[in-house]
Structures are given as C-alpha cells and as structure tokens.
C-alpha cells in the first residue's frame, strides 16, 4: 500500500514536472514570437525615437542598465536615453525631474523609453511578463528579500508594474534622500509581494492574463488594480490617487525592506529599476 502511494505521488510529482517544462517552452515562444514581431511592427518608431534623441541632446540613444535576472545572473538592460549627458544624482527620478531632456519627460509620461527591452526579451534576459529587474546594489543588500523572485525571469509588465504604474504619485513630492525612503518605505515591501506572488504562481495562464490586462491598460487607458490575496485583476473602481494601487489588504504582512541607498543610476525610471 505504501509503494502504491508513493509511486501516484511520484507519478503526480512528474506529471508537474512534465507541465512545468511545457509551460516554460510555451512561454519562451510567446516570448520569441511576440518580441520579435513588435521589433519589426515597431522599428520606424525605434528609427524616429532614435533619430529625435539624438537631435534633443547629442549622445548616446541607449542607456544601459545594469539589472539582475533570474538566479541572480545580471545582464544590461536596454532604455531608450531620457537624460542629459553626464547627469547623475539620485536613482529616483520624478514627473519634473531637471535631468530630463526635453524628448526625455515625453519618453517618461508614455513609458516609450522601455520599448528597446524588447531585444533583451528577445535574447531571453527577460520575459514580456515578470518582476521589474532591480539594481544589483539593492538586490546584494536585500538577498533573501529577493530570493523567490529570481526564481523567475524578470519582466517588462507584471503585477507590480500593473498596480504601481503611476508610482509618482504614490511618491507624491517627496525629493532627494526623502523620495529615496519613501520608496523603500512604501513602495518596494509592496512590489516584492507581487512580484513573489506572480513566482508562485508561474504558468502560461498568468503569463496570458497579464498581457491581456496590460493591453487593456496601455490601449485603452484605464487603470487597474491588482489584489494582493490572489492576484486578480480587474479595472480600478476609485480614482487611482485615493486607492492603494496594490489594493493593499491587512491581512497580508508588509515585507520589511533593508534601509540601503543604491549606487546612482545615471538614468533611472522612476524607480531603481
């Protein structure tokens, strides 16, 4: 009887192997197929964007990023440049930011400065879908924080980047060494419970209904909200300014984040990632 069970459990235990390993290559050609095809769909774009960059602020049109991947593999990842030449500073940036080139607040306020990360989905750095790379300082001072979200690949829309996609105003006004502990304060714990919330539950399923709620937020602009128990998505029913946009629920612990100050990022998003 007890080499009967153990033998279903193995069984069992392959079969979620088996669909584990099918999920992932599934994933990997959505990936393939949809990357590359918004590389082409999108290349005059990439051409303009390019060109105007250049024009804006002589220099280079790419930033590089370094960011750590999953198991903790750093690659550089791709942003279109919205700085001035030789800007450095804090790594948090907001909507007024004096860095920022004139083409640069354009590139911010329509996320635009993201679209060259399709070459690292492309090159399986990252997925479409998945927890925003971090920086490896924070990352390194954070480990264990980090720990289930490297298990997966980093991503360019996700749960956290769902909920906190006007994390300006979550911000509010605070500048300098302020804005720096208000994100580590409010919202970081927020955005590792998403992101370790999307690693549990890994599968194309996930992978697709994210998509779909991106498509939904970025072509027909409305705001969505990400429930923190289960991760269900669903269109904001409050003005984003009044609502948690993580809809942050008591019964679910606030992740304590190490107090560190990363290395400056020359040209950082809005965020350390």
């Known amino acids: 009887m007890l080499r009967e069970r153990s033998a279903i459990g193995d069984s069992r235990g392959d079969a979620r192997a088996r669909s584990g390993r099918v999920q992932r290559v599934a994933i990997r050609g959505l990936d393939v197929a949809l990357s590359g095809s918004m590389l082409v769909l999108f290349s005059p774009l990439i051409l303009v964007l390019s060109l105007a960059i250049f024009l804006d602020d002589r220099g280079s049109v790419f930033f590089r990023a370094r960011r750590v991947g999953k198991g903790g593999a750093e690659f550089m990842m791709l942003k279109f440049r919205k700085m001035r030449m030789g800007s450095g500073g804090l790594p948090l940036t907001s909507a007024g930011d004096e860095r920022f080139t004139r083409l640069g607040h354009f590139l911010v306020g329509t996320k635009l400065d993201e679209l060259p990360q399709l070459w690292n989905v492309l090159r399986g750095q990252m997925s479409l879908v998945g927890p ?3 920086d490896p300082t924070l990352v390194a001072r954070g480990a264990d924080l980090f720990a289930d979200v490297l298990t997966v690949k980093p991503g360019i829309t996700g749960f956290a980047q769902l909920a906190y996609a006007r994390e300006n105003e979550v911000l509010g006004d605070a500048n300098g ?5 208000a994100y580590f304060e409010r919202v970081l714990p927020q955005k590792l419970v998403l992101d ?3 690693a549990g539950a890994f599968g194309l399923a996930t992978y697709l ?3 779909w709620w991106t498509m939904v937020a970025v072509v027909l602009r409305k705001d969505v909200a ?3 128990r289960d991760g269900r998505i669903g269109v904001r029913r409050r003005p984003a300014t009044d ?3 993580a809809e942050v629920v008591s019964a679910v612990p606030v992740v304590p984040v190490v107090q560190a100050t990363p290395t400056p990022d020359p040209d950082a998003s809005g965020t350390p990632a």
Do not use: C
């Open 132 to 134: 925003r790379p971090e």
């Open 177 to 181: 060494d302020e804005r720096i502990d």
């Open 243 to 245: 609502a948690n946009p």
């Open 226 to 228: 990400v429930d923190r």
């Open 209 to 211: 209904r994210i998509l």
């Open 196 to 198: 370790r919330l999307y």
